[in-house]
């Protein structure tokens, strides 16, 4: 059984920062593609962040470019979501996937297993 745990939600100010973390157990971590999404009130899930199984490739939705850095620790099973100059409207539900196949995946269809999700809520 897979599982995937979050933490490290909260609230912020605006112009601060938050690491989020994903905890996986169940099978070996660096055998998954890992994926940060999101989900604002009456707004579809989207996509964040992902990253490959060994972290050679990176890829990020425009709007948290530059802000945003995805990373993993295959040692620790763990994956991370480094949120930098926070603003409003990266409030949501933050949630981390994890993909059986080798990809840096866009589309939430590609992801076999979610953790619960975390709150992020950022003041203005």
């Known amino acids: 059984q897979v599982q995937l745990v979050e933490s490290g939600g909260g609230l912020v100010q605006a112009g601060g920062s938050l690491r989020l973390s994903c905890a996986v157990s169940?099978?070996?971590?660096?055998?998954?593609?890992m994926g940060w999404f999101r989900q604002a009130p009456g707004k579809e899930r989207e996509f964040v962040a992902a990253?490959?199984?060994?972290?050679?490739?990176?890829c990020y939705r425009d709007s948290v470019k530059g802000r945003f850095t995805i990373s993993r620790d295959n040692a620790k099973n763990t994956a991370y979501l480094q949120m930098n100059s926070l603003k409003a409207e990266d409030t949501a539900v933050y949630y981390c996937?994890?993909?059986?196949?080798?990809?840096?995946?866009?589309?939430?269809?590609?992801?076999?297993?979610w953790g619960q999700g975390t709150q992020v809520t950022v003041s203005s």
């Open positions: 996937a994890a993909a059986t196949s080798n990809g840096c995946y866009r589309e939430p269809a590609w992801y076999r297993y």
């Open positions: 169940g099978r070996t971590f660096s055998s998954y593609a």
């Open positions: 990253t490959t199984w060994m972290s050679i490739s990176t």
